[in-house]
């Protein structure tokens, strides 16, 4: 569950909800692009994106929303094949990456499987018998990879993918512009938390010590002391003390709640932040000693933390 801690919960004018001009000029003033976008985006909006969210966390009425709607465009398809817990291909040949989620890894190149992998891949294969599946396409329709993404739903109409989570298959993600059912996602998954269901009661995916030497690249939870905020014209960087750097990129500012964001941009001014600020996050993390140009160089010479996790919505994160 999403703890905030008091000074997030404080009222600002105009409802806490809308920037004044004399914001954004004094953001011109200090230079800060950055913040400037940001108040810009915010002083459009009638109400933060976040303060939505996480109200929903607290409503039992948000797994209704995981049924589908009368009227939505959706097509019935025909599951040919389960990858694992999040990834199946369809009888047209299409790969589906189902949105909302990221269960555990199975084995693949050579690495083992993860702990719970088939266990994830089993429940989504139960989940399938209840035909015909039906497929609705996120907003953002394709990854990288050229897989669909979509959200999945039996023949009664509920979500395949709210299922899964409530089960502990694995662990709910937020990746704009896909946030379709997000509220819901999130009180499934606040479910399997709370009776420590799946990856939510196994150990192996317990949040790792931005401090730790067992940290790699892949899927993680990662807890830290804030060390300290970095603000650049496309990005913030809230630096862990240890190896980890969160980056919240530009188009990612209106998803994070607006007073914690306000607070780091204003840690960002001094040389050490507020070292009794720790957080936990959920994300992939990145290696730089990997990554193409000069940051292998600068993790080696100190200058850089040597993982990377983008933070992409407030659910992703809690202060502890």
Request: proline content about 4%; overall charge positive; charged content about 25%.
């Amino acid at each position: 569950m999403l703890r905030l801690p008091s000074f997030l919960h404080r009222t600002a004018e105009s409802g806490g909800h809308r920037r004044s001009y004399r914001q954004i000029q004094e953001a011109f003033r200090r230079g800060t692009s950055f913040q400037v976008m940001t108040l810009l985006q915010r002083s459009l909006k009638r109400a933060p994106v976040g303060a939505f969210f996480i109200a929903c966390l607290f409503s039992l009425r948000a797994l209704g929303l995981c049924t589908l709607e009368p009227g939505v465009d959706v097509e019935t398809v025909q599951v040919a094949d389960v990858f694992d817990g999040d990834t199946v291909r369809l009888e047209d040949g299409r790969r589906v990456r189902l949105v909302g989620i990221n269960t555990p890894e199975v084995a693949h190149q050579g690495k083992p499987a993860e702990p719970l992998a088939e266990a994830a891949k089993e429940q989504l294969e139960t989940l399938l018998k209840k035909r015909p599946i039906r497929l609705l396409v996120g907003q953002d329709s394709h990854d990288h990879y050229g897989r669909v993404l979509g959200h999945l739903f039996d023949a009664e109409g509920s979500s395949v993918i709210a299922a899964l989570l409530q089960q502990g298959a694995g662990f709910q993600v937020a990746i704009a512009p896909n946030f379709r059912y997000l509220d819901c996602y999130l009180q499934a998954q606040k479910q399997a938390q709370e009776q420590r269901l799946g990856v939510w009661g196994h150990p192996y995916y317990d949040a790792v010590p931005a401090t730790s030497d067992q940290l790699k690249a892949g899927y993680a939870r990662v807890k830290g002391r804030l060390e300290s905020v970095v603000l650049t014209k496309r990005a913030m960087f809230v630096e862990l003390e240890g190896q980890v750097s969160l980056k919240i990129e530009r188009s990612a500012a209106p998803y994070i709640e607006d007073a914690l964001f306000d607070r780091l941009v204003s840690l960002s001014r001094v040389a050490k932040a507020d070292s009794e600020l720790w957080f936990e996050a959920r994300g992939w993390l990145s290696d730089r000693i990997t990554w193409n140009g000069n940051a292998p160089e600068l993790v080696k010479k100190g200058v850089q933390k040597r993982y990377q996790m983008k933070i992409t919505h407030q659910v992703a994160w809690q202060i502890l």
